[in-house]
């Protein structure tokens, strides 16, 4: 194979063409235009946070490829690939030993009890003060989070493209702002959606072309040779060295991505936890992270970390020098291995990565604030619709703090990230322990919680002042200059607030059982049975596909908790609560014909979920109805009007329905 | 004659990640948030053992493959 797209050249070039400006320009644009484009799926608070709730697993689990990767995602990874070969990918590889809690305890508690934020579960769970302060932490850690991926893609770009940083921060802030505000979750999860096949598509062309680059004129598989043969032992094993050295080993990596990121990212992220509620069923969660899980994340590690495997081995055959720094490594690569316009699509894979984790910090910043600040404590009670408009200025305002933030960044350069690095290494463990233990031991509560939250944090601050408390936690880990035990501060702080809230649990009063039921594992058939509004049918029928007719007769647009015979009987809706609660479940009722309902093993009352036909619309033309009384007029369902136009379904389309339960 | 160092990795990783995932497999089967009576639990469960045995799978034949492809090379020493 020959370097059709390489540049024949030892040295990189390090700076982008104006074909890859034109890339880069064009891909923005496309990305905006078709952000916008779903702001006609967002009517309701529902539609704007959790895009209805109604999407299939593929659509949550590939967008959530491209929330996982940030931009810094692809330096940072290709730095250590480059110094430390194959293993620089461990921590994308050790995230299972935790998903049978998260597919089996965490995703159906916050699925069946409606949770929309975790401080509101604090609030339900352990109470206001415990939510209070979840609200702090957790709305710092994501707006700097915003600014902090605004900084880093600044600095990329200048550093490739000669721009400034601030014009970068400035365009991505306003792109990404735009089609939030527009579009809320839906278009944060489709364009995500586009964003991940963009950047598992750059990221796996630059690791064929590097291939290429290495075979010289001979054919790929010599290039895939040549990148083996040039690695020593340690940099082709999937594990760094077990405790050294101390910048980069197994075991730290371990305890801190491993164990606290991986609990970190299932039980506390708040992007993520939208993300998951925006699917149409806890099944479609499971198949979801079991995707992202098994086959996205050894992928992904490939993607992010190639180009500093290539780098290594093109240094060893003297193909390229050395980079000045082992940061600038990705971009040597990339410049190296592509022609203009492939260079700037490789660029614009980064922009992907970076506007796809913002954009879904954004929704989740909103969210958060409008249903745990707004909603509670400034305007109580008002309608929907206000609660919507609110939502669209709150994402602006949102994008525009971001910038701020990321200008901030900037102008104080690396001593605030680091700042704002620390805090989190403050915070998240003990927030971290508190969800876990509220959800999986029964006997933790709200003193348990706040003793935690406070505890631990004050724990890992002596740490910093006592480094040696941290000694014991360390396997062996020498400290680094300032005698800081970095990779172990988070279990460190994870054992301490976990100690800490336990003994303040077993010390205080537990919570009645009625007022924790459903928000810790072993509740989970009250959480369902909550959830339909009567008891979950667990018979598994089949899918039925049928016309979809428009019709009033016994159906109705919204109901609350009632079944079709309670509707037939004309028992009325209960008002919808207003203010802190959680939303009732609101289901319009449609009519099947009986041998439909049959199939599906259905009777009135069950759950359904009706959806247009075509697959790939992944659930955007669809919703949760409840059975109503059968009717007798053929394979078809009725659905009142209102119903069908909150479901975005098209006229003369068939659809396919499904028990939910 | 010990473990070589290398080796330490793996058998740490699915050594301390086993028993967490023991004890999560045995909280969501105690409190019957896995249900084994029930079709779609009794699927879920497997993929739960496999997704494990996959992981755990694939880094040993990793391993294999960057001891022994290339066995000149590995003489040069684990880091």
């Known amino acids: ?24 320009v064009a891909y923005l644009a496309l990305i905006l235009g078709f952000g916008s484009f779903f702001g006609r799926f967002a009517r309701t608070t529902k539609d704007f946070f959790f895009s209805g709730a109604k999407f299939s697993w593929w659509l949550i689990g590939m967008s959530m490829v491209a929330t996982g990767v940030g931009s810094h995602s692809f330096m940072k990874y290709a730095q250590k690939g480059y110094e430390h070969g194959m293993s620089s990918g461990m921590s994308y590889m050790n995230d299972w030993f935790f998903i049978p809690l998260f597919m089996f305890g965490w995703l159906p508690i916050i699925y069946f009890s409606r949770v929309r934020s975790i401080p509101e579960y604090f609030q339900r769970r352990f109470g206001t003060t415990a939510r209070f302060l979840a609200v702090l932490v957790i709305l710092e850690y994501m707006v700097g989070y915003i600014g902090f991926n605004l900084y880093t893609l600044g600095t990329a770009a200048h550093q490739v493209l000669g721009i400034e940083i601030w014009q970068a921060i400035v365009a991505i802030s306003i792109i990404s702002g735009i089609y939030i505000t ?69 075991v730290g990596v371990f305890w801190q991505d491993g164990i606290a990121g991986s609990i970190t990212f299932l039980f506390i992220s708040q992007g993520l936890i939208m993300r998951f509620l925006a699917a149409k069923s806890v099944n479609e969660g499971r ?9 996205i994340l050894p992928l992904s590690m490939i993607v992010v970390g190639n180009a500093g495997w290539i780098g290594n081995a093109a240094i060893d055959m003297g193909l390229i020098e050395p980079p000045e720094e082992a940061r600038d490594i990705f971009v040597t690569i990339a410049s190296a291995v592509c022609i203009p316009g492939v260079f700037g699509f490789v660029l614009a894979a980064l922009s992907a990565a970076l506007m796809s984790t913002i954009d879904t910090m954004t929704n989740a910043t909103a969210a ?3 249903y745990d600040v707004y909603q509670p404590y400034i305007r109580p009670g008002a309608s929907d619709r206000h609660y919507m408009r609110s939502a669209r200025v709150t994402s602006a305002v949102t994008a525009l703090l971001g910038m701020g933030i990321g200008l901030f960044f900037m102008t104080f350069g690396k001593d605030m990230y680091e700042v704002h690095g620390q805090f989190q290494a403050f915070v998240t463990p003990p927030i971290v322990a508190a969800v876990f233990l509220g959800a999986f031991w029964k006997r933790f509560n709200s003193a348990g919680a706040v003793a935690a939250l406070i505890g631990g944090m004050a724990a890992i601050g002596l740490s910093k002042f006592f480094p040696d408390l941290v000694r014991p936690f360390a396997h062996g880990v020498a400290p680094d200059e300032d005698g800081q035990f970095n990779y172990m501060t988070a279990f460190f702080g994870l054992m301490c607030s976990a100690v800490i809230g336990v003994a303040a649990s077993l010390l205080t009063k537990p919570k009645p059982d009625a007022e924790i039921a459903g928000l810790w594992i072993g509740t989970m058939d009250f959480a369902q049975k909550k ?26 647009p919204m109901t609350t908790a009632l079944t079709a015979t309670d509707f037939a009987q004309g028992k009325a809706p209960p008002r919808r609560p207003v203010g802190t609660g959680p939303p009732a479940p609101e289901y319009p009722i449609v009519r099947l014909d009986p041998a439909d309902m049959e199939r599906l093993k259905a009777a009135p009352g069950d759950l359904l979920y009706v959806s247009d036909s075509r697959w790939w619309l992944g659930g955007l033309r669809s919703s949760h109805c409840r059975a109503g009384e059968p009717h007798n007029e053929g394979n078809a369902v009725l659905m009142h009007e209102d119903a069908y136009e909150a479901g975005n379904f098209l006229s003369g389309r068939t659809v396919r329905v499904e028990k939910f339960f | ?46 993929v739960l053992i496999f997704g494990f045995i996959w992981y755990a799978g694939i880094h040993f034949l990793w391993y294999m493959a960057a001891l022994y492809i290339m066995p000149a090379e590995a003489a040069g020493g684990a880091g």
């Open chain 1, 1 to 24: 194979m020959t370097h059709l797209l390489a540049q024949q050249t030892t040295q990189p070039t390090a700076v982008g063409t104006n074909l890859d400006f034109v890339v880069i």
């Open chain 1, 182 to 250: 527009a579009g809320g979750q839906t278009a944060v999860i489709f364009t995500d959606l586009a964003q991940g096949f963009m950047l598992l598509g750059a990221g796996l062309l630059l690791f064929v072309l590097g291939l290429d680059y290495l075979a010289l004129d001979s054919a790929l598989v010599d290039g895939v040779r040549a990148l083996w043969t040039n690695l020593s032992l340690s940099e082709r094993l999937p594990f760094a060295h077990f405790n050294e050295p101390q910048s980069f080993n197994f």
């Open chain 2, 1 to 46: 004659m010990g473990i070589p160092e290398y080796w330490w990795p793996y058998l740490y990783q699915y050594g301390v990640g086993l028993v967490i995932f023991m004890i999560g497999i045995f909280l969501i089967l105690g409190y019957k948030s896995c249900n084994l009576t029930r079709q779609r639990d009794r699927f879920w469960f497997g």
């Open chain 1, 368 to 370: 958060l604030f409008v």
């Open chain 1, 531 to 556: 959830f339909k509004g009567a008891n979950p049918d667990y018979k598994v029928g089949q899918r039925i596909r049928a016309g979809l007719s428009v019709s009033s007769d016994g159906t109705t």
């Open chain 1, 287 to 295: 198949k979801a992270i079991l995707f992202n899980t098994v086959f």
